[in-house]
């Protein structure tokens, strides 16, 4: 992130001045240094392998920004319909096939990701560790329940619903890691100052 970006990034106030509970949450794991090993070795293998040509289509150079939050929405679309259907009597097959889908798509987003990560600077490095992690299990949860719905519906359902609070979790720090910390910001375009309306 650039330091126009860095400046330009506000920081979220209650009325008492204080930065808002849940952005305090994200943002205590930019300063998590215990998580600074793991990350390291995490992104150790995945610069040299996203070094590249490769790394740089796949960090979205033609399409002028990162291609991973467009990844991300299959298999999130997928697992929120597939919790719908489970509202709906009759609807079980689908629900499962749904789950299914949504695993599938958990592959690519992974790489693309994984080519995000290859970039990201130590402190974007612990909250997208934490991304990471808590994306995996709940992909993980929605294998569970992918794998279970068919002989034990209601228990495949909850393995899907302890999924999707678990994504929600992953998610907020892959906002936080977008939007507030800026990572992929300005990397294939400088900044542009913005016009100002008269």
């Not at 489970?86 to 499962?96: F, Y």
């Not at 709940?138 to 359902?157: D, I, M, N, Q």
């Amino acid at each position: 992130m650039t330091d126009e970006t860095a400046q330009a990034v506000p920081k979220i106030r209650s009325e008492g001045g204080r930065a808002a509970a849940p952005h305090r949450v994200l943002s205590a794991m930019e300063t998590a240094r215990g998580i600074d090993a793991p990350a390291a070795t995490v992104a150790k293998p995945l610069i040299r392998l996203f070094g590249g040509r490769v790394g740089r289509e796949l960090r979205g150079r033609r399409l002028g920004h990162p291609l991973h939050p467009l990844a991300v929405t299959v298999p999130i679309g997928a697992w929120v319909c597939s919790a719908l259907l489970d509202l709906v009597p009759g609807s079980d097959a689908a629900a499962r096939r749904l789950v299914g889908i949504g695993l599938l798509a958990v592959a690519p987003a992974a790489v693309l990701g994984a080519a995000d990560y290859s970039e990201l600077d130590e402190r974007q490095r612990r909250v997208g560790f934490g991304h990471l992690v808590l994306n995996s299990l709940g992909a993980a949860f929605f294998t569970g329940s992918y794998l279970r719905r068919r002989r034990e519906p209601v228990g495949g359902k909850i393995l899907g619903v302890v999924g999707l609070v678990v994504l929600s979790a992953g998610g907020a720090l892959g906002g936080h890691l977008a939007y507030a910390q800026g990572a992929g910001v300005f990397r294939w375009q400088s900044p542009r100052p913005q016009a100002v309306d008269r």
